[in-house]
């Protein structure tokens, strides 16, 4: 398989992760699509590192799996957090920094 | 066709198809169980790339702790909320034509990109040079995952205590 | 001749001395009387100097010392100091002996005053007695120019010296307006000049023209404008309408400024400049036009007119015309003949006028009569001065009168010079009405209407000659007008020209004419004075109204300069303002519409980000 191809599959996976970001209501929706997001990068990484050869991109990979990990621990435990005071799961609500 | 190529698309639909039910599905249960599938098949294309620890640390990592944490997060949620959660989504139009642009934009950067089509022979054992180099060329960064490792612990510590 | 130029500098400096000390030590000023003696002697000193550059100055050469000032690149911009020949010397005097006379008397005058505005006054009269000398002086256009607006100033301070009186106070402004409309256009005519020729002195002017250069012709434009300073300041038409209105001041004030000195600075600029005039003789013949247009004008004015002052403004005026009629004519040394004599004798004039009013209280002449017994000295000197002033035989202003007439027919200004004879007419008659009514025939009876004025003065009842401080400049003016009168009989001038010999006959008789006609009139009261005025009727109301120049002025004033005031302040508010309204308004809409973007909802700024990548990724690649 070419490299392109890996890349292409990893551009589109990207992309739909974006679109399930912009569009979707639920907090933990958004959390899902940013995993998507996530996703994609790691496979871009690991294909780079396998066609030129280079051990650096695998490493980067197991780096951002790990950081991405902690991350949506935590993101996940601030969302029951906002659930239990503002009793709302739509991110919608969630606008107290509206200008 | 060879096997690696059948076994690559193959892979690529299933992923693909899972991550448009994980944005587009309205139940969010279901979405996490594509998300789940999305997951094992990105370990799948990992060894197709030939890289077993990477397919190893997404299954164990990914596709075990996060769609877990995910779960429960959706049980509690739910529980607070009282009914199933339903996903309606916002602004579909505009979020596709952006996606839709970016996408765009990707594929003709990688097309004018001078890239190598094919790949150069496995040499030596990938693992081992994954492990050597985390300790030695890029240890600075392992020891600071760690810490961020511990600070995760105590922010979770903290959002788990009772309100007093 | 070293000496000569030295003694004409003291002779400016001396009031200027004067001046500096009251303006800056405010105690002395303040204490009225030492601050007037102070003038006084300075003022004194001044006038032997003024003479003692007289009789110094060589005739046909002058005496110049030069001080420089603004220096440019290779050279100086221009000088000041002073240039001083037999001309200059002689206004010099004159400018000296009237400021002392009348700084003498009006210590006697404004012996009323409190302290603090006599010193004010005296501060003032030595800042123009310093002003007026420097014009006299000036080498250049610069410091001419520059004293000329200083003598406008004083004139404005002097004129309104009682200044919480209103009518005071917007005569010394309409004074400054009317006169700074002539100083513009003069000013314009300097710069146009030294742009032409590269200098503003005099001499070198002097020696451009002599010198036949190309560079002088065509200058009718810049003459033009330089007589458009003059005609403001020396009350031409249609500028004449400040003076009249200038009787506001004190007497005195009017004896010097606007009889003897200010007003004949346009006079003495003309003369001063009469080598650049002759080379643009159109601009002359309307100077003499408009001189004696002028002259017959006024002197149609002063027939009705019931304040003492205001006749001898307009007769100054009318006088004013005849001295700038001879310039016009060609003759400008005969212009400045007049000038003389006629400082000198309109100066005991008002003085005397001052006299009277001091005494009786009022300026309306229907409210004195039959003064002549009760104040005879201020009669003799009034009288003499009338008869200087109708070109009388023996008495002062007879010969420089006559030798106008002849100017303006030696010229070839035929019709000014009808006017100006028919102006010699109505000049005895309006001079001998006032003295018929307020000198002679019945005093106006105590109590009429004309009669509250008692509480300035001593009221008609307690009339009398005035104290010695007053009288003794009278005195001295009137035996130097006899003086001049008979000398220059005896020593007929040479005259530039050959007049006609029917001239003088024509010119007495004129005189004469006049002097019958207002004995007819006001002395034996054979001919009615409403029958007369019933027969010009026309003229007469117009007189009476000023020919409506007044309204005239004031509606340019308010329609044109208030009006254009106006659309100017409109398009300051609603266009200049509003330009930068709208646009503080658009600021805020702006702010506004743009703050919609903070939605507070983190998927919009997801939204935002991946545009913001989006843009940059093309950005980037395009165009390879």
Redesign the interface.
């Known amino acids: ?9 990893a ?16 907090t ?6 940013i ?2 997001m996530l ?1 994609a990068v ?2 871009n990484l ?2 780079f ?5 280079d ?2 991109g ?2 980067f ?3 951002t ?6 991350e ?3 993101g ?6 906002i ?2 005071i503002r ?3 739509v ?2 609500h ?6 | 066709m060879s096997l690696e190529s059948i076994a690559f698309w193959g892979l690529a639909v299933v992923l693909l198809a899972g991550a448009l039910a994980v944005v587009l599905t309205r139940n969010l249960f279901h979405s996490v169980l594509y998300l789940a599938l999305v997951l094992t098949a990105t370990a799948g294309l990992f060894l197709s790339l030939d890289a077993e620890f990477l397919a190893a640390i997404q299954l164990l990592l990914y596709a075990g702790g996060v769609v877990t944490i995910a779960v429960f997060a959706i049980v509690v949620t739910e529980r607070l909320v009282g009914d199933r959660i339903t996903q309606t989504s916002r602004q579909i139009f505009t979020g596709f034509v952006i996606s839709g642009a970016l996408l765009v934009a990707l594929l003709v950067v990688f097309r004018r990109a001078p890239l190598t089509i094919s790949r150069p022979a496995v040499t030596g054992d990938l693992t081992r040079a994954i492990g050597q180099s985390l300790l030695t060329t890029y240890v600075l960064p392992f020891e600071l995952l760690g810490v961020l490792f511990l600070a995760a612990l105590l922010g979770a510590l903290y959002f788990a205590r009772p309100d007093d | 001749m070293a000496a000569s130029g030295i003694f004409a500098l003291w002779a400016w400096l001396a009031p200027a001395l004067a001046f500096l000390l009251l303006s800056l030590i405010v105690p002395l000023r303040r204490s009225g009387r030492p601050a007037a003696w102070l003038s006084i002697v300075l003022a004194g000193g001044a006038l032997v100097s003024a003479v003692a550059a007289w009789y110094a100055t060589v005739p046909g050469m002058a005496r110049r010392m030069l001080w420089e000032w603004i220096p440019v690149e290779d050279g100086v911009l221009t000088s000041v100091g002073i240039l001083a020949d037999t001309d200059a010397t002689r206004m010099l005097i004159l400018v000296a002996l009237v400021s002392f006379l009348v700084q003498v008397y009006s210590l006697g005058y404004l012996a009323d005053e409190p302290p603090p505005s006599l010193g004010r006054y005296y501060t003032y009269q030595s800042l123009f007695a310093f002003s007026m000398m420097g014009l006299v002086l000036a080498p250049n256009f610069v410091q001419l120019f520059i004293c000329w607006e200083l003598v406008g100033l004083c004139s404005y301070l002097l004129i309104g010296y009682w200044y919480p009186r209103p009518e005071a106070a917007r005569a010394a402004v309409k004074a400054f307006w009317v006169t700074k409309a002539g100083d513009v256009a003069f000013l314009v005519g300097i710069v146009m000049l030294w742009s032409r020729t590269g200098t503003f002195d005099f001499s070198e002017l002097f020696e451009m023209a002599k010198g036949g250069s190309d560079i002088l012709a065509g200058l009718g434009l810049v003459t033009f404008c330089i007589y458009l300073g003059a005609a403001g300041k020396s009350a031409q038409f249609p500028f004449h309408v400040w003076l009249p209105d200038a009787m506001e001041g004190p007497t005195p004030v009017s004896a010097l400024i606007h009889a003897a000195t200010m007003v004949t600075a346009g006079v003495y600029l003309l003369f001063r400049t009469s080598f650049l005039f002759e080379q643009t003789p159109e601009v002359l013949a309307a100077v003499g036009w408009i001189g004696a247009f002028t002259a017959l004008l006024a002197a149609t004015l002063a027939c009705v007119q019931t304040d003492i002052k205001r006749v001898l403004a307009y007769s100054t005026v009318s006088q004013l015309g005849y001295m700038m009629a001879a310039i016009g004519a060609g003759f400008s040394s005969v212009g400045f003949l007049h000038l003389l004599t006629h400082g000198v004798f309109k100066a005991l004039l008002f003085l005397a006028a001052g006299a009277v009013i001091h005494a009786v209280g009022t300026n309306d002449i229907f409210a004195m009569g039959g003064l002549a017994r009760r104040m005879p000295q201020t009669f003799v000197v009034f009288l003499i001065g009338t008869l200087s002033l109708a070109g009388i035989p023996f008495f002062a202003g007879f010969v420089s009168k006559e030798e106008i007439l002849g100017a303006t027919w030696v010229g070839g200004l035929t019709v000014p010079f009808a006017m100006l004879v028919l102006a010699a007419l109505l000049t005895a008659f309006y001079m001998f009405r006032v003295v018929f009514i307020t000198f002679l025939g019945r005093p106006a009876l105590a109590g009429a209407p004309g009669d509250h004025g008692a509480a300035a003065g001593h009221g008609d009842g307690h009339a009398h000659d005035a104290p010695a401080i007053m009288s003794l400049p009278l005195w001295i003016l009137a035996a130097l007008a006899m003086v001049i009168g008979v000398g220059f009989a005896v020593w007929h001038p040479e005259a530039e020209f050959e007049a006609p010999h029917w001239l003088t006959p024509l010119a007495v008789g004129a005189a004469l004419a006049g002097v019958v006609l207002a004995w007819l009139v006001y002395g034996l009261r054979v001919i009615s004075a409403d029958w007369v005025f019933a027969r010009f009727s026309v003229i007469g109301e117009a007189a009476l109204e000023r020919f409506w120049l007044d309204d005239l002025f004031a509606l340019i004033y308010r329609r044109g300069i208030l009006g254009f005031s106006r659309i100017v302040g409109w398009v300051d508010r609603y266009i200049v303002d509003g330009v930068v309204n709208v646009l503080s308004a658009w600021t805020l809409i702006a702010g506004d519409r743009l703050r919609r973007i903070q939605s507070g909802q983190a998927q919009d700024y997801v939204y935002g980000i991946a545009l913001g990548v989006l843009l940059l990724m093309v950005w980037m690649r395009w165009p390879r």
């Open positions: 398989m070419t490299l392109q191809a890996y890349l292409t599959i551009a589109l996976l990207f992309c739909i992760g974006l679109f399930g970001v912009i569009t979707r209501r639920n933990i929706g958004i959390l899902l699509g995993e998507l996703n790691n496979i690991v294909a590192a396998r066609y030129l050869a051990v650096s695998m490493v990979t197991v780096f799996i790990c950081i991405t990990v902690a949506v621990a935590l996940l435990a601030l969302v029951i957090l659930f239990r009793r709302t799961a991110a919608d969630l606008d107290l920094l509206r200008g």
